[in-house]
């Protein structure tokens, strides 16, 4: 199991709270290293503090605002990670800390580049945007469309998750992120299933054959207690049945798409956009290999 070394991204909104709900579990169910990270972002002072309020906060100049409130923000982001090691050391688990000061997704890409998952709050669908979420919903989306390796988007809470569901095409990136999720459903206990997406119109011919040969894939379930095949629009339908099954939905970066499209292909993105559901997405980059100490690779593909 690739998972043995995780970044948890932290802002201390609600839900990178929820992210760290699944750290926890992921950890202790895996026995995974777990390193915290909160950015401290110089951007977010412009956000809050206009330098020509300075007078009316108390500050005799604008220079001396933007200081004040850049040690307040970072004292918060202390704080938040003293927070979350009291809370690993209640749970009997290990953390390491980091605080980095930067662009938010620049430093959580270049932190992420050194673990093999991570995870990452999201704001989820209906959600309003607003300042303090600096780190969640467009830069979860952003950190899944640039990270090397896996990303879990938690956006519902862990105790509504109680299967994987893997959203399957065949293509090299589901395959392995197929034989991930079996993995990590028999680690953790949870149930696996997978789905195949007919678009309407279409004939499930093809999906079959794509199912069938999809049996050398699994080594601890059976295909047939796995699969199914469901007509619909892609994204909505994985949306939907992922949000009626209660799944943590399982996706490679590309499928569904050519593989040279652009970013992570329409099914990917307007999954990570607008889920309801928590995500792993999975690049091509890992699917096909997976690290084996100091930066080693080896092939991680099935026969189909």
């Known amino acids: 199991m690739p998972f043995r070394n995780m970044l ?6 609600e839900y990178s ?36 309020f300075g007078e009316e906060l108390g500050f005799g100049q604008a220079v001396d605002t933007e200081e004040k409130v850049f040690k307040a923000i970072k004292r918060i982001g ?15 688990l290990e953390i390491t800390s980091q605080l980095e000061v930067g662009h938010v997704v ?16 999201h704001r989820g669908k209906g959600h309003k945007m607003s300042p303090t979420n600096l780190m969640t919903g467009s830069v979860a989306e952003r950190v899944v469309y640039s990270a090397r390796d896996p990303v879990l988007v938690a956006v ?8 994987f569901l893997v959203a399957y095409d065949g293509s090299e990136a589901s395959k392995g992120a197929l ?35 999809s049996e050398t894939c699994l080594k601890e379930f059976h295909r047939s207690d796995v699969f199914s095949i469901v007509k619909g629009p892609h ?34 993105s307007q999954v990570v956009k607008q889920t309801r559901t928590s995500v792993l997405v999975f690049r ?21």
């Not at 709900?21 to 002072?45: C, G, I, K, M, N």
């Not at 519902?156 to 299967?163: A, H, K, R, T, V």
């Open 8 to 13: 948890l991204a932290l802002d201390g909104s």
């Open 17 to 52: 709270q929820r992210a760290a709900e699944y750290a926890f579990w992921l950890s202790s169910e895996l026995d995974a290293e777990l390193t915290a990270q909160h950015v401290v972002d110089p951007r977010l002072v412009d956000l809050f503090v206009a330098p020509e």
């Open 78 to 92: 202390k704080v938040i990670l003293e927070l979350i090691e009291k809370e690993a050391e209640k749970r009997g």
């Open 106 to 121: 620049d430093e959580i890409i270049k932190e992420a580049d050194k673990h093999d998952l991570t995870i990452i709050g």
């Open 156 to 163: 519902n809470p862990l105790d509504e998750c109680e299967q």
């Open 179 to 213: 034989l991930a999720a079996e993995q990590l459903a028999k680690e953790t206990h949870k149930s696996l299933k997978a789905l195949t997406v007919v678009a309407e119109g279409e004939k499930t011919s093809e999906a079959e054959l794509v199912v069938e040969q």
């Open 235 to 268: 994204a909505k339908t994985l949306m939907d049945q992922a949000y009626e099954t209660n799944s943590i939905l399982v996706m490679g970066a590309y499928g569904f798409n050519k593989f040279e499209d652009m970013v992570l292909g329409n099914t990917a």
């Open 284 to 304: 091509p980059h890992f699917v096909s290999q997976k690290k084996t100490g100091a930066g080693k690779k080896e092939a991680t593909r099935c026969e189909s």
